[in-house]
């Protein structure tokens, strides 16, 4: 079964840079998004990363800001974080499915997620 672990968050001011990185137990998924969870909001996805045709997408909230990318191995898929608001503070969490990427999809794996907290 594919496992994920989340890596890299931490704390920044704000106009900052972090990069959280997510590895996956096996290569065997076509989708990967970044979602956050703030306190008392809704799970957003910010990011996802579509293997099979090497499509991205972003969120509006984070596009031109925030970068998806992997290695050559699959297994580890980066979110590098750029001009970080306060806004962007959450828990970001990994997420894979073995289907291709689109718009609603569920994912079936999902990481313990790691903090990201940005002060003004």
């Known amino acids: 079964q594919l496992q994920l672990e989340e890596s890299g968050g931490g704390s920044v001011q704000a106009g900052g840079s972090l990069r959280v990185s997510c590895v996956a137990s096996t290569a065997s998924w076509k989708c990967l998004a970044w979602f956050r969870q703030a306190p008392g909001k809704e799970r957003e996805e910010v990011a996802r990363?579509?293997?099979?045709?090497?499509?991205?997408s972003y969120a509006d909230s984070v596009k031109g800001r925030f970068t998806i990318s992997q290695d050559n191995t699959k297994k580890t898929t980066h979110l590098q974080m750029e001009r970080l608001m306060p806004e962007d503070t959450a828990m970001y969490y990994c997420a894979a499915r073995e289907g291709f990427c689109y718009v609603g999809a569920t994912y079936d794996y999902w990481g313990q997620g790691t903090q990201v907290s940005v002060s003004s």
């Open positions: 990363i579509d293997t099979g045709v090497g499509e991205t």
